[in-house]
């Protein structure tokens, strides 16, 4: 059994949350190296990665978020993915969209809002190390440049975005219209954590390892786009999963 799990982050990451999540629910014991961009590059490229999260044992690395979550699958009992063939297909299928569209979107529509010093400092720097804090601020405004352009920001993009994530969510209520607990019926799996997980920078989920900024401090289309998102059934969705499987209270 591999040891000395540690697992490489961004802090704000929603894809680093995503691994997280999945370490902490399966109870794993690991170290946490948080860091802010760009600094996370020197962290992950001796592993093979230039990105996060990256997770590193003492026999080897995975560096894709749904890669951890396979590897944590073959290495302990408790399964996140399921056995049925039927359910494996779908399971694989809404994998896929919610990295490849719904990941994507929410950071992009994220970003798109508040890629200002004033609010991405709490949210980079959280954890990181002290001499990152210290550079903040004279590396954010070529950092800030570089996002941008690489996340396609303009001053379309929030909306162009919103409307990527509505049409996932909406694929996620038809799923729920049949009165199942879960995504893929009635057993919580790595499913259900790739969309909660996904979505939480449009959901703002109280039991987010970063605490949502107040509503009312945010833009004003930002504000209505999270309630907007919140009061689907998939956002209602996307919350009970955080209140009941992130860090419940009891």
Known sequence: MPTNFRLITIPVSHYSEKARWALEYLQVPFQELAHMPPFHRNATKKYGGTSVPVLITD?????????????????????????????????????????????????????????????????????????????FPIIF??????????????????????????????????????????????????????????????????EHRIKPAPLDSLPTQMQADILTAQATPAGKFGLSLYREHRYPSS
């Open 59 to 135: 026999t080897g690395a995975a560096t894709d978020s749904t890669d951890i979550l396979r590897y944590l699958d073959r290495l302990y009992p408790e399964k996140l993915y399921p056995s049925d063939p039927r359910l494996q297909l779908l399971g694989t299928e809404l994998e896929i969209l919610f990295n490849g569209t719904l990941g994507i979107h929410t950071r992009r529509w994220g970003y798109s809002y508040i890629l200002t010093p004033k609010f991405l400092y709490p949210r980079w720097t959280l954890g990181v190390p002290f001499w990152e804090k210290l550079l």
């Open 141 to 206: 405004p070529r950092v800030g440049k570089i996002v941008r352009s690489s996340f396609d920001i303009t001053d379309t993009s929030a909306a162009e975005s919103a409307h990527a994530v509505k049409v996932v969510f909406d694929r996620v209520n038809r799923l729920l219209a049949d009165g199942r607990k879960y995504l893929l019926g009635d057993r919580f799996s790595a499913i259900d954590i790739t969309f909660a997980a996904l979505a939480a920078p449009i959901l703002q989920p109280p």
